[in-house]
């Protein structure tokens, strides 16, 4: 079956730029989303194929999708970006890779 | 407004049923495919099944193929997942998720709040 791979943690300071990667065989052949998790919420989608947002998304987040690697990348970090972030594929089944936790120090 | 209710979890001895129900309000239900996903305590999300508009040809992650069945009644704007033989390593949160399709792309916007789901005796 077909396996995503992300980084477990990834550490940003406030303002800067966050990117948090999701690897999968030939990846960049399939569509790739993302979705953002705070605690005790539900996940929300915040890129969808590859590099879409929908609306109420801020700018901030963009994404892109080559090769073997998916890429969430967040501009200008705030606090309010903390929360574990998780890739999604469909290969014939959802795929969803196992989650990074994005710490903002 | 678009939203999506769970509702049907609790606590069940292994080898026992429960059935999950969505409710879902502010979209055409019958225009779109669902699906469930799960998340154990701690742990990541775990796509569990999707079904399509009509209820045919449903997909089952094979860690419950054979014991949860998903389906739908589109007059009841309501989608279920029917789970037998639950082991304790069912426990999760179960979401359910409106499904968007673009070709080959298929993404699940938006989720409901969840319901918990606990395997114990």
């Known amino acids: 079956s077909y396996e995503l791979t992300q980084p477990p943690s990834v550490s940003v300071s406030p303002g800067q730029t966050a990117s948090i990667t999701c690897s999968g065989d030939?990846?960049?052949?399939?569509?790739a989303c993302w979705y953002q998790q705070k605690p005790g919420q539900s996940p929300v989608l915040l890129i969808y194929?590859?590099?879409k947002r929908p609306s109420g998304i801020p700018e901030r987040f963009s994404g892109s999708n080559s090769g073997n690697t998916a890429t969430l990348t967040i501009s200008g970090t705030q606090p309010m970006d903390e929360a574990d972030y998780y890739c999604?594929?469909?290969?014939?089944?959802?795929?969803f890779g196992g989650g990074t936790k994005l710490a903002v120090l | 407004e678009v939203e999506l209710a769970e509702s049907g979890g609790g606590l069940v001895q292994p080898r026992g049923s429960l059935r999950l129900s969505c409710v879902v309000s502010?979209?055409?239900?019958?225009?779109?495919?669902m699906t469930w996903v799960r998340q154990a305590p701690g742990q990541g999300l775990e796509w569990v099944s999707t079904?399509?508009?009509?209820?045919?040809?449903?997909y089952y992650a094979d860690s419950v193929k054979g014991r949860f069945t998903i389906s739908r009644d589109n007059s009841k704007n309501t989608l279920y997942l029917q789970m037998n033989s639950l082991r304790v390593d069912d426990t999760a949160v179960y979401y359910c998720?409106?499904?968007?399709?673009?070709?080959?792309?298929?993404?699940?916007?938006?989720w409901g709040q969840g319901t918990l789901v606990t395997v114990s005796s």
């Open positions: 998720a409106r499904d968007r399709v673009a070709g080959s792309a298929r993404w699940f916007d938006p």
């Open positions: 502010g979209f055409t239900f019958s225009s779109y495919a």
């Open positions: 079904i399509s508009t009509s209820g045919g040809s449903p």
């Open positions: 030939k990846l960049g052949n399939k569509y």
């Open positions: 194929q590859d590099n």
């Open positions: 999604q594929a469909w290969d014939s089944a959802g795929v």
